[in-house]
């Protein structure tokens, strides 16, 4: 089984950047496409980015692109989003999440492994 844990979220005024990460353990990383979702308060989760098991594709959200960027250390297990020029509606927690193969959609219910979540505030 693979888990999935995030970190680096918090409160960033709107404008900022903030850098959220993934360590995966329990499998073979590189073998898993890797993705970011959100959830913002009261709403379903979303799509954010994806990047390919060798991070030579990646795939944006309307909402990410030009401002976030998905990045993976296949050496060192990890993934991780970078945010920039955050706006309010970037409020959310954001979720890691992998899938094997090469068979990744958009929907969250492709996606079989999750972490936690970590919460990203972004005050106006």
């Known amino acids: 089984q693979v888990q999935l844990e995030e970190s680096g979220g918090g409160l960033v005024q709107a404008g900022g950047s903030l850098r959220v990460s993934c360590a995966a353990s329990?499998?073979?990383?590189?073998?898993?496409?890797m993705g970011w979702f959100r959830q913002p308060p009261g709403k379903e989760r979303v799509f954010v980015a994806a990047m390919s098991r060798l991070g030579t594709r990646t795939y944006y959200a309307d909402s990410a692109k030009g401002r976030f960027t998905i990045s993976r250390d296949n050496a060192k297990n990890m993934v991780h989003l970078q945010m920039n020029s955050l706006k309010p509606e970037d409020t959310a927690v954001y979720y890691c999440a992998a899938i094997p193969g090469d068979t990744w959609g958009p929907n969250v219910n492709n996606w079989p492994y999750w972490g936690q979540g970590t919460q990203v505030t972004v005050s106006s």
């Open positions: 329990g499998g073979t990383f590189r073998t898993f496409w």
